[in-house]
């Protein structure tokens, strides 16, 4: 079985500080993890994901397969950041399981 | 222009209606999911599907079922709507389904039953 925790329901911070959304995944293979995002009245739309290696919009996220976390990072936040973010992951099955989502909200 | 349609996008109905949510896509993918979405909750996976012909349950228990008789379409019906169904209902599509790709959603429909 595959399962996502992200333990964070709600993340407050102010602009320019930074940013850590935690994700953390139980799977006895090798997953492959994705972060989704939803902006306010937008649709989910995937943000990054660990086989492109990537940083979008300054977000980054590294697999930890000792920890069995991907963790979504950012150094310093910015207010259009605000929105719920979802951590996934794609298993033997290949059908994503998220995580309940963490919001975000970035003060000015 | 290729996206993934979902209608309606809101949705009131009384208990022991039958209702179809209505899901197409112009982007030519295989698969195709319905998640369900509570507020502060894991997105549930209720239905997939392969290709046409192809319909899979999903993780959670529903009283729901679909149909994938063209490519593009993927409508998702209750028999009889009662107000446990009230959510919201998420449409999405990959390519071809591998492991690595990226799922694209539909705006969702917010159902409401009384």
């Known amino acids: 079985a595959q399962r996502v925790t992200q333990p964070e329901k709600l993340l407050s911070v102010f602009k320019g500080a930074p940013v850590e959304l935690k994700c953390n995944y139980s799977y006895s293979g090798s997953p492959e993890l994705f972060w989704y995002v939803q902006y306010s009245r937008q649709r989910l739309q995937l943000l990054l994901r660990h086989i492109s290696r990537e940083s979008i919009k300054g977000f980054t996220a590294d697999l930890n397969k000792g920890e069995t976390s991907f963790h979504l990072k950012k150094p310093f936040a910015q207010e259009e950041d605000s929105a719920m973010y979802y951590c996934a992951l794609s298993g033997g099955s290949y059908i994503p399981t998220f995580g309940r989502g963490t919001s975000l909200i970035v003060h000015p | 222009e290729a996206d993934i349609y979902q209608t309606p996008r809101y949705l009131v109905i009384g208990t022991g209606k039958k209702i179809t949510l209505e899901c197409s896509q112009t982007?030519?993918?295989?698969?195709m999911y319905w998640y369900q979405q509570d507020p502060g909750m894991e997105l549930h996976l209720i239905h997939y599907?392969?290709?046409?012909?192809?319909?899979e349950k999903g993780d959670l228990s529903s009283e729901s079922t679909v149909s994938r008789i063209r490519t593009e379409h993927f409508p998702l019906t209750l028999e009889s709507a009662r107000p446990s169904h009230t959510s919201q209902y998420l449409c999405?599509?990959?390519?071809?389904?591998?492991?690595?790709?990226?799922?694209?959603f539909g705006s969702g429909t917010q159902l409401s039953v009384l």
């Open positions: 982007m030519g993918h295989d698969k």
């Open positions: 999405a599509s990959s390519e071809r389904g591998y492991r690595h790709e990226k799922l694209f």
């Open positions: 599907s392969y290709g046409v012909n192809s319909t």
